[in-house]
């Protein structure tokens, strides 16, 4: 069997540029590279449902931003299989029959679901869909025989549980579901682009995110707004590169052509830390250094976006025929599954002969 990879992103609203530098941006890479025999890329409608119940019409408008933001950063139908996560009735079977190899104190300590469970006040009142996250997230992975599913780094806690549940399943029933693979970003700015106030996480709902649609006057009014050294508040003071988001997104965005085309007195970003380091460099030299560097990276992106929402029924095109295929694939795991868990009682001919057998004698 070749190479699989599955991920996907929930619809709770545009996707932003830790979106892109965490995984969006790596899977047109993958999808290019030719080593994959299959890219499954899933809107996950009925994970976001879990703690969106009461406000589905949200959910549901969601989900074509989120196919224009693939589609606009260069995923491609003919490569990768677009799909919403709804459309596939064998991934509830699948969770149904996962829940049995896992414990409550099991998911209780997975940090993930700690964490998001804070986040959303769920502390008091926790939802059985949003708890049970983890197996549905398994039964994803596992559904199309994903090899390799590349996450952010606050995601790694989740495929180990997959990880888990794939080792327990096989130990009982025999080796029947892939082991996955997690694939993390490979610049370590990437793994987790904090908000532009500074903060760890970039959130819509903490409203500090860029989104890739973003027209450039509101890009760059969010570039010059941006965290920097509270401490640098002259030119000529030295300054700190470790928690500056500006330089965390330059990390994650710049190369050296950047520096050719919008700032040639630097040769690279090395040098630009180092001069921030000594001072005499202010803020919003780099702001608009970044700023420049921002929108070119943006501009192509948010221009597809724009062709695609031209014709919004060839992108539900797309994404009814990638949720078929996906039900094909889904549905033969599912059949591997209920083989090896022995609930196959009407294909099973020879249970039928041995049963009819026994009655007979």
Known sequence: MGKIILTGDRPTGKLHVGHYVGSLRRRVELQNSGEYEKIFIMIADAQALTDNADNPEKVRQNVIEVALDYLACGLDPAKSTLLIQSQIPQLCELSFYYMNLVTVSRLQRNPTVKAEIQMRNFEASIPVGFFCYPISQAADITAFKATTVPVGEDQMPMIEQTKEIVHKFNSVYGETLVDPKILLPEQEACLRLPGIDGKAKMSKSLGNCIYLSEEPEDIKKKVMSMYTDPDHIRVQDPGKIEGNTVFTYLDAFSCPEHFERYLPEYANLDELKDHYRRGGLGDVKVKRFLNEVLQE?????????????????????????????????????????????????????????????????
């Open 297 to 361: 990276t943006l501009e192509p992106i948010r221009n597809r976006r724009k062709e695609f929402q031209k014709d919004i029924p060839y992108v539900y095109d797309v994404l009814k025929e990638g949720s078929r295929q996906a039900r094909e694939v889904a549905e033969q795991t599912l059949q591997e599954v209920r083989d090896a868990m022995k609930i196959n009682y009407f294909d099973d001919l020879d249970l039928i002969r041995e049963q009819a057998e026994k009655y007979q004698a």
